[in-house]
Nanobody, 127 residues
Framework: QVQLVESGGGLVQVGGSLSLSCAAS??????????MGWFRQAPGREVEFVAQTSWDAGDYTDYVDSVKGRFTISRDNAKNTVYLQMNSLKLHDTATYFCAAGSRWRTPGIRSDYEFWGQGTQVTVSS
């Protein structure tokens, strides 16, 4: 079992930055054995894959095309935490952002591969 708690969302202007964090509590398996991902859902739209990082040191990362070069996912296994650094934010980045943990690595990230989900944190980009 994994419990995930996101933080760091908020209101930011176009071009600004935010850093999201996701703290994990695990039982039965250690945090480093999970693939960790970020997804988002804008109002009236489906859940969209944003970024993911592979097991252990997170040597592999993957991003949706719309955030490449602007967002960076990273993990700190000592802190059981995954991060999403978001730079050069755009209006269409406005969404609720969810952290998720899974056991399978596929690119692009697939929602159904992720077994555990956080409650989400709101990111609003304003003009």
């Amino acid at each position: 079992q994994v419990q995930l708690v996101e933080s760091g969302g908020g209101l930011v202007q176009v071009g600004g930055s935010l850093s999201l964090s996701c703290a994990a509590s695990t039982s039965g398996r250690t945090f480093n054995t999970y693939v960790m991902g970020w997804f988002r859902q804008a109002p009236g739209r489906e859940v969209e894959f944003v970024a993911q990082t592979s097991w252990d040191a997170g040597d592999y990362t993957d991003y949706v095309d719309s955030v490449k070069g602007r967002f960076t996912i990273s993990r700190d296994n000592a802190k059981n935490t995954v991060y999403l650094q978001m730079n050069s934010l755009k209006l269409h980045d406005t969404a609720t952002y969810f952290c998720a943990a899974g056991s399978r690595w596929r690119t692009p990230g697939i929602r159904s591969d992720y077994e555990f989900w956080g409650q989400g944190t709101q990111v609003t980009v304003s003009s």
